[in-house]
């Protein structure tokens, strides 16, 4: 999508409980220390709107689609990641980041491969175009902080395969997440100004200088949890998958549910359908 070409990607590891154990990474951080026990593992980069000598040349490859997931082969397992994403303004001081400003959020899927003995967590994040999903709908933010608009919101998803159409992340409320709002916004400004490259991490710092500071960001703030048939099945050609954040207040899982079934969904929804390709 040539909309986020100039923007940062910045995805958050280990933000919502129990969801890297299901995942099968937890053991990738098990040397990562951090002063606060529910505190997020870390950040790691996606992607990077330049081609430099600094950071992994794969990602500076565009993977934003609001339609498509293209699987690398026939044989990885390949597993979506239902999550809230945060467009932000970026600012800077002194060569550090002196501000992360959300303006919308919208749903998101941050499709992973799960290929144990990877390095760094980019390896199973960005591996072409089409690899990653944004919702067209990006809900504007009043305030980020709680009373907010956010706080009315949940997040499911679906996935639909051969006709059959299955929960496949659990029913949250944003407020789920561990580290949200202003907590969380200082929680990432020092991640990525202090993050070293070590373990699975990156130094993002470095690739954010080498990109000349991108004023815009799309951050992933953490996937959710599976349901049982999203933690034991993979992505397959055909299949179709749907991530859906509504307002509480208005609709439940059930109508939801409904809306995946019938193909239509309410205005207030911000709504990612993708069909997984190769």
């Not at 593992?41 to 794969?58: H, I, R, S, T, W």
């Not at 175009?129 to 944004?134: D, E, L, M, P, Y």
């Amino acid at each position: 999508m040539e909309l986020y070409r100039n923007y940062l990607g910045l995805g958050i590891a280990g933000n919502f409980a129990l969801h890297l154990d299901q995942a099968g990474e937890a053991e990738d951080f098990k040397d990562v220390i951090t002063e606060d026990e529910a505190a997020p593992k870390g950040m790691f980069p996606f992607y990077l709107p330049c081609d430099n000598e600094v950071a992994p040349k794969q990602l500076s490859v565009n993977p934003f689609s609001s339609t498509t997931i293209r699987l690398p082969n026939a044989t990885e397992n390949v597993q979506a990641e239902p999550e809230v994403a945060i467009v932000c303004e970026m600012e800077y001081k002194d060569g550090k980041i002196a501000a992360i400003k959300p303006t919308h959020f919208c749903a998101y899927n941050d499709c992973s491969i799960r290929r144990k003995g990877a390095k760094k967590i980019s390896e199973k994040k960005n591996w072409g175009a089409h690899t990653k999903g944004i919702a067209e709908l990006h809900i504007p933010i009043d305030k980020y902080t709680i009373g907010g608009i956010k706080d009315s919101y949940r997040i499911v998803s679906f996935l639909k395969r051969d006709d059959e159409v299955y929960q496949y992340g659990e029913d949250v409320e944003l407020n789920g997440y561990s580290y949200l709002y202003e907590k969380l916004l200082e929680w990432m400004k020092n991640q990525i100004n202090t993050q070293q490259d070590s373990g699975p991490l990156e130094p993002i710092l470095e690739y954010i200088k080498a990109c000349n500071y991108p004023k815009k960001a799309v951050i992933s703030i953490g996937a959710t949890r599976y349901t049982r048939f999203g933690e034991t099945n993979f992505l397959k050609q055909g299949d179709e998958i749907f991530v859906v954040l509504y307002h509480k207040e208005r609709d439940d899982l059930t109508s939801v549910g409904a809306c995946v079934e019938a193909g239509l969904f309410k205005p207030d929804m911000s709504v990612l359908h993708q069909e997984v390709i190769l």
